[in-house]
C-alpha cells in the first residue's frame, strides 16, 4: 500500500484544513486509518484513527471537537477535517495503514505517508 498525504499549508490561527490520504496498491476497505503528527522537537503522537468500518473513531483530547476523521472507500481516501486550529496544531502530519484503529501505538500500522505539514500563525 502506498499513501500520499496532501492538504497541508500555512493558515492563521482559527482556520480550516483538510488533509487527504489517498491509498494506492491496495484497498483500504478492510484497514484502520490513523493520523498522527509529529511537531518540532517532539515525539510523533497519534491524532485520530477510524476503524475499517467507518464508525469506530478515536481522538486525541486536545484535538476532539475541531477534528474529524472519516473515510471514503470508493475513493479509497481517507480525511481530517481540521477546525479552530491552533498554533500548537503545527506539526508534519502523517496518514498511516493497519489492522485495528490504535491511537497509541504506532508499531500496529504497517504502512506510512510521507507526510504533509501543517502551520498555524498565531
Known amino acids: 500500500v502506498q499513501l500520499q498525504a496532501s492538504g497541508g499549508g500555512l493558515v492563521q490561527t482559527g482556520s480550516s484544513l483538510r488533509l487527504s490520504c489517498v491509498a494506492s496498491?491496495?484497498?483500504?476497505?478492510?484497514?484502520?486509518i490513523g493520523w498522527f503528527r509529529q511537531a518540532p522537537g517532539k515525539e510523533r503522537e497519534g491524532v485520530s484513527c477510524?476503524?475499517?468500518?467507518?464508525?469506530?473513531?478515536r481522538s486525541l483530547e486536545s484535538v476532539k471537537g475541531r477534528f474529524t476523521i472519516s473515510r471514503d472507500d470508493a475513493k479509497n481516501t481517507v480525511y481530517l477535517q481540521m477546525n479552530s486550529l491552533k498554533p500548537e496544531d503545527t506539526a508534519v502530519y502523517y496518514c498511516a495503514v493497519g489492522l485495528r484503529c490504535f491511537l497509541n501505538n504506532e508499531d500496529r500500522y504497517d504502512y506510512w505517508g510521507q507526510g504533509t505539514l501543517v502551520t498555524v500563525s498565531s
Open positions: 477510524i476503524g475499517s468500518d467507518g464508525e469506530y473513531t
Open positions: 496498491g491496495e484497498s483500504l476497505d478492510y484497514y484502520a
